[in-house]
């Protein structure tokens, strides 16, 4: 009788084999360029005399200088507060949206379900930059059709690319693109839910309407805490829809947003290190929001586990 041969070394590092290409790309496209990123942050460059010849220009150790400059720079500070005002108009209405066009996609008797979920979510499968510029010609008084009918209808044209009006033209273009993915994702989570949880609401004698509020959105929370949780970075890294509107309006600064001053610092100011250094701190409040979110989050849950 043969003895079963017990499972080599190869075996064993076969999983660990498989995680190669991944740990590479993440190392060379992600961790290098952050640690590159943030050696820049800490230096700066030093000009002798005139700035020319060889020489002139020399890199030197800067310290915290440059995050020094960023924390107390006021267009720094400007540009999160109407990121802030931004992010309070898009993420509830597009969770709001997701959310009500899912629980409509979950009915038992909703039509064309597989044509309505391709429409709601096709809007997420365009470039941003498209959906940007789509949405600025409809909005320019000159070219807009909307414009136009409102002028044959004899009512007021709002300017919706200037003053507090530019925060729901930016915010409409957000929540046209992204509803449809956040709706796939509580959509799914809504169809994981066992069949029996229904049939044990209508002997109860749910109506739909309760059944929705009662049961199906409290069983989402973990999607829904996950989608606003995307929601909140996409909010924070907000750069397409603005920079691509700015030829339209002068209501839009270079430095409407925290990563449009970090672009106008590389690649018009030509001062990479203090682009790095705001690149670093954005980075950082990012990180700082999102684990002290899903910290809460947990918390949270695992109090309501022990009530239970």
């Known amino acids: ?8 070394y190869g075996v064993r590092g076969a999983p660990y084999a498989f995680l190669v290409p991944a740990a590479l790309l993440f190392a060379l496209f992600f961790a290098l360029p952050i640690g590159y990123a943030a050696w820049l942050s800490l230096h700066r460059v030093e000009v002798k005399g005139l700035g020319l010849g060889s020489g002139a220009r020399e890199e030197v150790w800067a310290g915290l200088s440059n995050y020094t400059d960023a924390l107390t720079d006021a267009e720094l500070l400007h540009g999160a507060l109407r990121v802030l005002g931004y992010g309070a108009i898009v993420v509830p209405v597009m969770l709001g949206l997701a959310l009500t066009f899912a629980l409509m996609l979950d009915h038992e008797r909703v039509r064309f ?16 930059v498209v959906a940007a510029l789509l949405w600025g010609f409809l909005y320019l008084p000159e070219v807009s059709p909307l414009h136009y ?9 709002p300017d919706l690319l200037d003053g507090g009006s530019l925060y729901l033209a930016l915010s409409n273009i957000a929540v046209w693109g992204g509803t449809g993915f956040n709706m796939i994702v509580i959509y799914t ?44 970075i996409a909010t924070l890294q907000v750069f397409n ?34 682009a790095s250094a705001t690149a670093v701190v954005i980075a950082l409040v990012t990180l700082a929001l999102s684990f002290g979110f899903l910290r809460t989050v947990n918390r949270r849950t695992r109090q309501e586990e022990a009530a239970r």
Not at 1 to 8: V, W
Not at 152 to 157: C, D, N, S, V
Not at 205 to 214: D, S, Y
Not at 258 to 265: F, G, N, S, T
């Open 241 to 274: 829809e603005p920079t691509t509107l700015m030829p339209l309006t002068n209501g839009i600064s270079t430095t409407w947003s925290p990563l449009m001053k970090v672009y106008r610092d590389a690649f018009v100011e030509n001062d990479i290190y203090s």
């Open 113 to 128: 379900a597989p044509a309505t979920r391709l429409a709601i979510f096709l809007p997420y499968a365009i470039p941003g």
């Open 149 to 157: 009918g409102l002028d044959r209808a004899g009512l007021p044209q």
């Open 189 to 232: 989570a809504l169809r994981a839910i066992p069949a029996e949880v229904y049939e044990a609401a209508k002997l109860d004698g749910c109506t739909p309407l309760q059944t929705a509020l009662r049961i199906k959105v409290p069983m989402v929370v973990p999607a829904l805490v996950l989608t606003f949780f995307f929601s909140i």
């Open 1 to 8: 009788m043969r003895r079963a041969r017990r499972p080599g």
